[in-house]
């Protein structure tokens, strides 16, 4: 087991392994186009139930009088719901199957979204918590997905959801506050998010009842504990890096627009800025991972790894009228998501140890990454100031940069030299 999963292999199974083998040429099809819809609408739909929440929060408490605990708990809620439910997706997944698991996700996700449309901080907290449930399964299955479907192109695959998941991101973002505006209502303008799941549902639920007539090597796998995995390289480093660049992500995605109105921002502005952030890791996105696919890994890593580092240096040290270089910055930063998502889609010789270290580093790296959002609340409430808040910060995204630069290094022996067929696959 050490040997399959302590390295970084291209998939073996074929392009059309997924799908039974006297299946007509347009069931194949079929099945193909909805799946890559199903990819996009689904990372549309991974980060809009966050990102339309963070430019928010001020109205929100505004409106719903709660206090310091539950605004900081607020943008904590989803990286804890990402660690927990996301430790038990495998098994719901070896209970329901990929497809049915992914249908239950996006009930839970729609269900949780509507639920915020209730004028109370218990609704908006009990939403929160079923709607990021859902996603929490979402994001541990997704590279099985690819894995399953696209084992030949899990890159452009990883990239396609990528850019996608930061589109819709952008327009959440972008557009929550000026939708407030206009429905009279933060909470309304939270519950409409609802809509696009619906979307995601009816394109995933097809693969679901036709994945019930497969009989696959892959559904009679046994099951794949993820634990021994931070017995290896590679499972302590994709862990690693999960978690501190999850831990950068929802903290600026959390705070960003209520560290710029603290500086003097107008609320819409602030919002914008985190929609332009997600726009701009859509180009960034394209040119890291076509490093990759040209076998250039470790510039991918440092690219995006010390584009966030220089984005919360110059968050702190910068003027808020300067704050557009900080959001270029950490655009690009983003990017380190999607390099990690390729390490892990492509771990294992299966679509189950895929899911195992997918399990791991979603599981772990969210438990630790919850600290940062809840943290930087509770610090900038008690002293009243974002600058401790943005230093640790700093502190974190320098250890991303030594995380990046051991995982895509040459050293370390047949480990790294497996990890170099990221490379290699990435451009099929």
Same mark, same amino acid.
């Given at each position: 087991m050490t040997k399959q999963v302590d390295s970084i292999p291209a998939p073996a199974s074929s392009a059309r392994g997924s799908l039974p083998p006297a299946a007509?040429?347009?069931?194949?099809?079929?099945?193909?186009?909805? =799946?890559?819809?199903?990819?996009?609408?689904?990372?549309?739909?991974?980060?809009?139930?966050?990102?339309?929440? =963070?430019?928010?929060?001020?109205?929100?408490?505004?409106?719903?009088?709660?206090?310091?605990?539950v605004a900081s708990l607020l943008p904590t809620i989803p990286v804890l719901c990402f660690a927990f439910a996301g430790l038990a997706t495998p098994r719901l997944m070896r209970l329901l199957g990929l497809e049915q698991s992914m249908v239950l996700s996006l009930v839970l996700l729609t269900a949780g979204l509507a639920t915020r449309l209730a004028p109370a901080t218990s609704m908006l907290l009990l939403g929160t918590i079923v709607a990021m449930s859902g996603l929490a399964v979402c994001n541990v299955a997704v590279p099985s997905f690819v894995r399953k479907y696209f084992p030949h192109r899990t890159a452009g695959i990883t990239s396609l959801y990528s850019i996608t998941m930061s589109a819709g991101a952008a327009l959440a973002s972008g557009i929550s506050v000026p939708l407030a505006l206009?429905?009279?209502?933060?909470?309304?303008?939270?519950?409409?998010?609802?809509?696009?799941?619906?979307?995601?549902?009816?394109?995933?639920?097809?693969?679901?009842?036709?994945?019930?007539r497969e009989k696959t090597v892959g559904n009679a796998a046994a099951h794949v504990s993820p634990w021994p995995l931070l017995a290896t390289r590679n499972g302590l480093l994709i862990t690693g890096l999960f978690t501190l660049q999850a831990l950068l992500v929802y903290s600026i995605v959390g705070w960003l627009p209520s560290i710029l109105i603290d500086r003097g921002m107008d609320p819409t502005t602030a919002g914008l800025l985190l929609g332009a952030l997600q726009l701009i890791s859509i180009p960034a996105t394209l040119v890291v991972m076509g490093l990759v696919a040209k076998g250039r890994l470790r510039a991918a890593f440092m690219i995006a790894s010390g584009a966030a580092l220089a984005g919360f240096v110059s968050l702190e040290v910068l003027p808020v009228s300067l704050a557009l270089l900080p959001t270029v910055f950490l655009g690009i930063g983003f990017t380190m998501f999607p390099l990690v998502m390729l390490a892990i889609s492509r771990s294992g010789e299966s679509v189950e140890e895929s899911s195992a270290m997918s399990s791991l580093a979603q599981s772990v790296g969210y438990v630790v990454a919850a600290l940062g959002p809840f943290s930087l609340g509770l610090l900038f409430s008690l002293l009243g100031s974002w600058t401790v808040p943005l230093w640790l910060l700093v502190a974190a995204a320098i250890l991303q940069v030594l995380l990046a630069l051991w995982l895509s290094s040459g050293k370390g022996g047949r480990t790294s030299g497996r990890l170099e067929q990221v490379g290699a696959g990435a451009g099929e």
């Open positions: 007509p040429d347009g069931y194949r099809r079929t099945t193909v186009v909805l =799946a890559v819809v199903s990819v996009v609408l689904l990372g549309m739909n991974l980060r809009v139930a966050v990102a339309s929440a =963070a430019a928010l929060f001020p109205a929100l408490q505004e409106l719903l009088g709660y206090g310091p605990l206009q429905l009279d209502s933060p909470l309304a303008a939270l519950g409409v998010w609802a809509i696009p799941t619906l979307v995601a549902l009816a394109a995933v639920l097809p693969l679901a009842i036709g994945s019930r």
